[in-house]
DNA sequence: CAGTGGTCTAGACCACAGG
DNA sequence: CTGTGGTCTAGACCACTGG
């Protein structure tokens, strides 16, 4: 009945969800508008808000104008992974990085690459592999085309010492991506690379990278057996 | 040199946008601090804020008190991916959806699931174990332990007609959970059920729910071969 | 049409952390 | 100590959309 005085908006936040497990508040249930909330509760409305924003972009909330707020009926878990620098990937997890270039060559790119990036058939594109290490272990096998018509400066660097993953995100500017996960049978050129059976089951992680209209980069990059890509929802 | 006027968040997040990937604030700059952008666009500090957190949330502003804000050197790409019911994600493709229940018996579980759960050994828990269908083919296989200690209402289930995966998520709230994706090859019973061969690389989610301090269920869901789970950055 | 969330404002105080 | 972001407030207007 009576509500400890919230002043924050993570207690307001908390006190919702609180009423969200505690099944005070059903899936589906509507609930109390913002001004009776804030009225309740002894806040600003902008308070409330900010709160039940927060939970409608987590998914548990749904909310639309007019028909009100509603606990969602089956909450969609959002997990988000951390795409981050292959490098500081290994160092957070506290091992010593190593890197290897495998092969760094400028050509006339396969067609569904071309096709991918939006680039005539005929277009000289920069084609790199790469091995990243994790304490001298092979941890994951990066295979990338960049566009060279868009990012020229590309084909000055050698990638030798500096991975083109770290280059281009310190240097290219990107606007949208796409990425998507999968899993794929190890050929024998990756099982040569990763140090593994053939047909060894690997993680892979596609991306393709677009800055306004133009690609940017294709990547595919296939994990060692066994990794795991982890995170909290 | 003179700026639009800009009235909403989105407008000065678009114009800060444009700042970033027109390199005119480059990677690790500082950049101008709440007051003088709100000076400088005509809004209100409030609206600036709004901005700028929403794209430090994005990972592409680092934002500390007293050191003011700065174009992160190397953005950390956020892929969030929807877990969704299944049979939405189904659905949602376009697909006529199936289920098949596999497997349902309440037993003493292996000793890595009862650790994982946080139960006693001799606990007897549910274990559930479901096919589900896209158009008839295999879609995914749904390998599932239940805390039958604290959820005691899913011993009455028998998850023939609505799968654990909804039955859960419309009865059973949580708090927390943790989830993994990795590739695994298929064993001969999942080779069995996803009618694929033995050994074929499979994109596996793992998940872990908690209630507070109680857990509810553990699952692995296995999908058939070539499924790939996308989404934008 | 009217109720709901979405947002903006101007001002204020506060928490944190750099120097 | 002081500059910066973090947040709250009270009030206002607006955009969308359900009924």
Redesign the interface.
């Known amino acids: 009945m009576n509500v400890p005085t919230a002043q924050t908006w993570q207690s307001v936040q908390k006190e919702v969800?609180r009423r969200?497990?505690a099944?005070e508040w059903k899936?589906g249930d509507l609930i109390p508008n913002e001004a009776e909330l804030a009225k309740e509760f002894g806040c600003a409305r902008t308070t409330v808000n900010r709160a039940l924003r927060s939970l409608a972009e987590g998914?548990l909330l749904e909310r639309r104008r007019k028909a009100g707020t509603r606990v969602a009926?089956?909450?969609?878990?959002?997990?988000?992974?951390?795409?981050?620098?292959i490098r500081?990937e290994v160092e957070d997890r506290g091992a010593r990085y190593g890197y290897q270039l495998a092969l760094r060559e400028a050509r006339i790119a396969p067609t569904h690459i071309s096709a991918a990036l939006g680039v005539g058939v005929q277009e000289r594109l920069l084609h790199v592999m790469a091995l990243h290490l994790s304490n001298d272990a092979p941890y994951a096998l990066e295979d990338r085309w960049i566009n060279a018509v868009h990012v020229p400066d590309a084909l000055k660097q050698d990638f030798r010492s500096v991975s083109a993953n770290?280059w281009l995100?310190?240097n290219v500017?990107y606007?949208?991506?796409?990425?998507?996960?999968?899993?794929?049978?190890a050929s024998a050129e990756n099982a040569n690379y990763l140090n593994c059976p053939e047909?060894?089951?690997?993680?892979?992680v596609d991306?393709l990278?677009w800055?306004?209209d133009q690609s940017v980069t294709v990547v595919q990059v296939l994990?060692a057996?066994?990794?795991?890509?982890?995170?909290?929802?």
Not at 199 to 204: D, G, P, R, V, Y
Not at 225 to 233: A, E, F, K, S
């Open positions: 969800l969200i497990h099944r899936p998914g009926a089956q909450p969609v878990a959002k997990a988000t992974l951390n795409i981050a620098v500081h770290e995100l310190q500017p606007t949208r991506g796409e990425i998507s996960f999968s899993a794929k049978p047909k060894s089951a690997l993680l892979a991306r990278t800055d306004h994990f057996p066994g990794h795991q890509m982890r995170t909290r929802i």
